[in-house]
Protein backbone atom coordinates (compact mmCIF):
# COMPACT_ATOMS: atom_id res chain seq x y z
CA UNK A 1 0.00 0.00 0.00
CA UNK A 2 2.61 2.21 0.62
CA UNK A 3 3.90 4.33 -2.73
CA UNK A 4 7.40 4.93 -1.50
CA UNK A 5 6.77 8.79 -1.21
CA UNK A 6 6.57 10.86 1.68
CA UNK A 7 2.57 11.00 2.49
CA UNK A 8 0.74 14.70 1.15
CA UNK A 9 -0.07 16.67 4.03
CA UNK A 10 0.20 17.95 7.33
CA UNK A 11 0.04 16.32 10.86
CA UNK A 12 -3.01 17.38 13.02
CA UNK A 13 -3.56 17.76 16.33
CA UNK A 14 -5.06 13.99 16.25
CA UNK A 15 -8.04 14.73 18.61
CA UNK A 16 -10.40 12.32 18.66
CA UNK A 17 -13.02 10.19 21.20
CA UNK A 18 -15.76 7.38 21.25
CA UNK A 19 -18.36 8.82 19.69
CA UNK A 20 -16.93 12.23 18.33
CA UNK A 21 -18.13 11.38 15.06
CA UNK A 22 -21.57 9.94 15.08
CA UNK A 23 -23.85 12.43 13.54
CA UNK A 24 -21.73 12.63 10.21
CA UNK A 25 -21.28 8.80 10.07
CA UNK A 26 -25.44 8.17 10.72
CA UNK A 27 -25.76 10.77 7.22
CA UNK A 28 -22.89 9.07 5.18
CA UNK A 29 -24.82 5.70 5.52
CA UNK A 30 -28.05 7.23 4.10
CA UNK A 31 -26.36 8.63 1.52
CA UNK A 32 -26.70 6.88 -1.86
CA UNK A 33 -22.84 6.78 -2.71
CA UNK A 34 -22.28 4.49 -0.07
CA UNK A 35 -25.89 2.49 -0.15
CA UNK A 36 -25.44 1.87 -4.46
CA UNK A 37 -21.99 1.48 -4.53
CA UNK A 38 -20.55 -1.67 -6.48
CA UNK A 39 -17.35 -1.29 -4.47
CA UNK A 40 -18.21 -0.30 -1.16
CA UNK A 41 -14.98 1.36 -0.03
CA UNK A 42 -15.09 4.25 2.48
CA UNK A 43 -11.55 6.16 3.16
CA UNK A 44 -11.39 7.47 7.02
CA UNK A 45 -8.61 10.36 6.02
CA UNK A 46 -6.81 11.53 8.73
CA UNK A 47 -8.50 9.73 11.60
CA UNK A 48 -6.05 10.70 14.28
CA UNK A 49 -4.20 9.20 17.62
CA UNK A 50 -6.72 6.45 18.14
CA UNK A 51 -8.04 3.82 15.65
CA UNK A 52 -11.72 4.17 17.64
CA UNK A 53 -13.34 6.51 14.44
CA UNK A 54 -12.31 4.15 12.23
CA UNK A 55 -13.83 1.16 13.24
CA UNK A 56 -17.09 3.07 14.85
CA UNK A 57 -17.04 4.34 11.13
CA UNK A 58 -17.11 0.48 9.68
CA UNK A 59 -19.52 -0.52 11.98
CA UNK A 60 -22.21 2.00 11.44
CA UNK A 61 -21.61 1.21 7.52
CA UNK A 62 -21.78 -2.47 8.25
CA UNK A 63 -25.39 -2.16 9.46
CA UNK A 64 -26.34 -1.15 5.86
CA UNK A 65 -23.62 -2.97 3.84
CA UNK A 66 -22.43 -5.55 5.40
CA UNK A 67 -19.90 -5.91 2.57
CA UNK A 68 -18.28 -2.59 3.40
CA UNK A 69 -14.38 -2.35 3.38
CA UNK A 70 -13.27 0.51 5.87
CA UNK A 71 -9.32 1.74 5.53
CA UNK A 72 -7.74 4.29 8.30
CA UNK A 73 -5.10 6.66 6.05
CA UNK A 74 -2.97 8.69 8.63
CA UNK A 75 0.74 10.81 7.58
CA UNK A 76 1.94 9.94 11.29
CA UNK A 77 3.73 6.21 11.19
CA UNK A 78 3.29 6.62 15.19
CA UNK A 79 -0.16 6.50 14.30
CA UNK A 80 -0.43 4.27 12.37
CA UNK A 81 1.38 1.80 14.27
CA UNK A 82 -1.04 2.63 17.70
CA UNK A 83 -3.94 1.75 15.30
CA UNK A 84 -2.85 -1.78 13.83
CA UNK A 85 -2.04 -2.52 17.31
CA UNK A 86 -5.54 -1.40 18.41
CA UNK A 87 -6.85 -3.53 15.36
CA UNK A 88 -4.73 -6.75 16.29
CA UNK A 89 -7.11 -6.51 19.79
CA UNK A 90 -10.12 -6.47 17.99
CA UNK A 91 -8.66 -9.27 16.05
CA UNK A 92 -8.38 -11.23 19.32
CA UNK A 93 -12.23 -10.50 20.24
CA UNK A 94 -11.10 -7.95 23.48
CA UNK A 95 -13.01 -5.13 21.99
CA UNK A 96 -16.99 -4.53 21.48
CA UNK A 97 -16.49 -4.27 17.64
CA UNK A 98 -16.84 -6.84 15.28
CA UNK A 99 -13.30 -9.69 15.55
CA UNK A 100 -13.57 -9.86 11.88
CA UNK A 101 -14.70 -6.42 11.15
CA UNK A 102 -13.00 -5.42 7.13
CA UNK A 103 -11.11 -2.58 8.58
CA UNK A 104 -7.32 -1.92 7.46
CA UNK A 105 -4.84 1.10 8.42
CA UNK A 106 -1.92 2.58 6.39
CA UNK A 107 0.31 5.55 5.97
CA UNK A 108 -1.16 8.08 3.88
CA UNK A 109 -2.39 11.43 2.61
CA UNK A 110 -4.39 13.40 0.47
CA UNK A 111 -2.64 11.47 -2.14
CA UNK A 112 -5.11 8.42 -1.14
CA UNK A 113 -3.03 5.38 -1.59
CA UNK A 114 -4.78 2.03 -2.14
CA UNK A 115 -3.60 -1.17 -3.57
CA UNK A 116 -4.41 -2.06 -7.11
CA UNK A 117 -5.12 2.03 -7.74
CA UNK A 118 -8.69 1.08 -5.55
CA UNK A 119 -10.86 4.11 -5.75
CA UNK A 120 -13.23 4.59 -2.37
CA UNK A 121 -16.61 5.58 -2.87
CA UNK A 122 -16.68 7.48 0.15
CA UNK A 123 -13.81 9.51 1.84
CA UNK A 124 -14.47 11.19 5.41
CA UNK A 125 -12.52 13.53 6.29
CA UNK A 126 -13.29 15.36 9.61
CA UNK A 127 -10.88 18.03 11.49
CA UNK A 128 -8.26 17.65 8.44
CA UNK A 129 -8.42 21.57 7.38
CA UNK A 130 -8.74 23.47 9.87
CA UNK A 131 -5.01 24.00 10.27
CA UNK A 132 -4.50 24.95 6.50
CA UNK A 133 -4.76 28.26 4.89
CA UNK A 134 -8.60 28.84 3.53
CA UNK A 135 -6.46 29.48 -0.19
CA UNK A 136 -5.42 25.98 0.56
CA UNK A 137 -8.43 24.47 0.58
CA UNK A 138 -9.48 24.00 -2.83
CA UNK A 139 -6.39 22.30 -4.05
CA UNK A 140 -6.66 20.04 -1.20
CA UNK A 141 -10.10 19.17 -2.07
CA UNK A 142 -9.12 18.14 -6.11
CA UNK A 143 -6.30 15.90 -4.73
CA UNK A 144 -8.55 13.85 -2.32
CA UNK A 145 -11.82 13.92 -5.21
CA UNK A 146 -9.96 12.87 -7.77
CA UNK A 147 -9.24 9.37 -6.00
CA UNK A 148 -13.45 8.84 -5.37
CA UNK A 149 -14.77 6.22 -7.79
CA UNK A 150 -17.61 7.79 -10.25
CA UNK A 151 -20.08 8.94 -7.91
CA UNK A 152 -18.25 9.24 -5.04
CA UNK A 153 -18.59 11.45 -2.36
CA UNK A 154 -16.31 13.48 -0.22
CA UNK A 155 -17.15 14.69 3.13
CA UNK A 156 -15.15 17.16 4.46
CA UNK A 157 -15.79 18.87 7.74
CA UNK A 158 -15.26 20.05 11.32
CA UNK A 159 -16.64 19.12 14.73
CA UNK A 160 -16.28 20.19 18.40
CA UNK A 161 -14.48 17.25 21.04
CA UNK A 162 -17.83 15.68 22.20
CA UNK A 163 -19.41 15.55 18.75
CA UNK A 164 -22.27 17.79 19.92
CA UNK A 165 -21.44 20.39 17.02
CA UNK A 166 -20.79 19.32 13.67
CA UNK A 167 -20.70 20.96 10.26
CA UNK A 168 -19.33 18.88 6.75
CA UNK A 169 -19.44 20.05 3.48
CA UNK A 170 -20.33 17.04 0.41
CA UNK A 171 -18.26 16.93 -2.74
CA UNK A 172 -18.52 15.40 -5.44
CA UNK A 173 -15.97 13.37 -7.71
CA UNK A 174 -15.32 16.59 -9.74
CA UNK A 175 -14.31 17.87 -6.14
CA UNK A 176 -17.50 20.44 -6.72
CA UNK A 177 -19.24 20.88 -3.56
CA UNK A 178 -22.74 20.02 -3.72
CA UNK A 179 -24.04 20.76 0.44
CA UNK A 180 -23.42 21.67 3.88
CA UNK A 181 -25.16 20.23 6.61
CA UNK A 182 -24.93 21.41 10.10
CA UNK A 183 -25.89 18.66 13.21
CA UNK A 184 -26.43 20.12 16.80
CA UNK A 185 -27.21 18.61 19.99
CA UNK A 186 -30.66 20.34 20.33
CA UNK A 187 -30.92 19.60 24.25
CA UNK A 188 -29.64 22.49 26.34
CA UNK A 189 -28.72 24.87 22.56
CA UNK A 190 -28.63 28.33 23.29
CA UNK A 191 -28.46 29.54 19.44
CA UNK A 192 -27.88 27.97 16.25
CA UNK A 193 -24.97 29.82 15.42
CA UNK A 194 -22.69 28.12 18.00
CA UNK A 195 -22.19 25.99 14.75
CA UNK A 196 -19.90 29.37 13.29
CA UNK A 197 -16.96 28.06 15.40
CA UNK A 198 -16.77 24.88 13.66
CA UNK A 199 -17.54 25.73 10.40
CA UNK A 200 -15.80 24.21 7.87
CA UNK A 201 -12.40 25.90 6.55
CA UNK A 202 -13.58 26.94 3.47
CA UNK A 203 -16.32 29.10 5.66
CA UNK A 204 -15.29 29.39 8.80
CA UNK A 205 -13.49 32.91 7.73
CA UNK A 206 -16.38 33.77 6.02
CA UNK A 207 -19.25 34.60 9.02
CA UNK A 208 -19.06 38.09 8.46
CA UNK A 209 -21.87 40.54 7.08
CA UNK A 210 -22.61 40.48 3.51
CA UNK A 211 -21.34 36.69 3.30
CA UNK A 212 -24.34 34.11 2.50
CA UNK A 213 -23.25 32.12 5.32
CA UNK A 214 -23.15 34.84 7.42
CA UNK A 215 -27.20 34.94 6.62
CA UNK A 216 -28.05 31.56 6.92
CA UNK A 217 -26.54 31.73 10.47
CA UNK A 218 -28.19 35.11 11.56
CA UNK A 219 -31.73 33.93 10.09
CA UNK A 220 -31.56 30.66 11.77
CA UNK A 221 -30.95 32.48 15.23
CA UNK A 222 -33.94 35.25 14.37
CA UNK A 223 -36.24 32.01 13.81
CA UNK A 224 -34.58 30.02 16.58
CA UNK A 225 -35.61 32.94 18.95
CA UNK A 226 -38.87 33.44 17.54
CA UNK A 227 -39.59 29.93 17.91
CA UNK A 228 -38.86 30.07 21.32
CA UNK A 229 -42.72 30.07 22.31
CA UNK A 230 -43.13 26.37 21.11
CA UNK A 231 -40.03 25.50 23.73
CA UNK A 232 -42.66 23.81 26.16
CA UNK A 233 -42.72 20.55 23.36
CA UNK A 234 -39.21 20.35 23.06
CA UNK A 235 -36.25 21.40 21.45
CA UNK A 236 -36.89 19.05 18.48
CA UNK A 237 -40.27 20.63 18.11
CA UNK A 238 -38.71 24.09 18.03
CA UNK A 239 -36.06 22.97 15.88
CA UNK A 240 -38.53 21.91 13.47
CA UNK A 241 -40.64 24.97 13.71
CA UNK A 242 -37.41 27.08 13.03
CA UNK A 243 -36.36 25.28 10.01
CA UNK A 244 -40.36 25.43 8.48
CA UNK A 245 -39.85 29.14 8.93
CA UNK A 246 -36.39 29.45 7.37
CA UNK A 247 -38.52 27.36 4.70
CA UNK A 248 -40.93 30.03 3.98
CA UNK A 249 -38.38 32.71 4.29
CA UNK A 250 -37.10 30.71 1.21
CA UNK A 251 -34.10 28.93 2.27
CA UNK A 252 -33.91 25.94 -0.06
CA UNK A 253 -33.74 22.95 3.02
CA UNK A 254 -33.95 19.21 1.78
CA UNK A 255 -33.93 16.10 3.74
CA UNK A 256 -36.75 17.35 6.15
CA UNK A 257 -36.97 14.18 7.34
CA UNK A 258 -33.25 14.30 9.27
CA UNK A 259 -34.55 18.08 11.22
CA UNK A 260 -35.61 15.41 13.73
CA UNK A 261 -32.04 14.30 14.41
CA UNK A 262 -30.61 18.14 14.62
CA UNK A 263 -29.89 18.23 11.16
CA UNK A 264 -30.29 20.75 8.52
CA UNK A 265 -28.80 20.61 5.02
CA UNK A 266 -28.60 23.38 2.79
CA UNK A 267 -27.37 23.82 -1.12
CA UNK A 268 -23.90 24.61 -1.62
CA UNK A 269 -24.63 27.51 -3.57
CA UNK A 270 -26.79 29.04 -0.67
CA UNK A 271 -23.72 29.57 1.34
CA UNK A 272 -21.08 29.88 -0.64
CA UNK A 273 -18.17 32.57 -0.72
CA UNK A 274 -19.39 35.59 -2.39
Same mark, same amino acid.
Given at each position: MASG???????????? *????????????????????????????LGYGASAVTTLELHARRARTRPDVDVVGLEIDPGRVTRARHQLEAVRAGATGFAADARV???????????????????????NVLRQYQEAEVPDAWER?????????????? !????????????????DAAPQSLTLSLRLAGLERPSIAAERLPKALI??????????????????????????SPFGPVH????????? !??? *???????????? *?????????????
Open positions: RSPIGQVTRGTT *GTNRLRRVDRWIARHPALRRAADPLVVDAFALGGFEVPLPGNRRPAVIRAMVCARLAPGGLLVEG !TCDELGRITTWIALDAHRNVPGERIHAFLRDLDTEWDRAAVVRWQTTLDAM !TGA *GWPLPQRARWRL *GEVTVPWAAVAPG
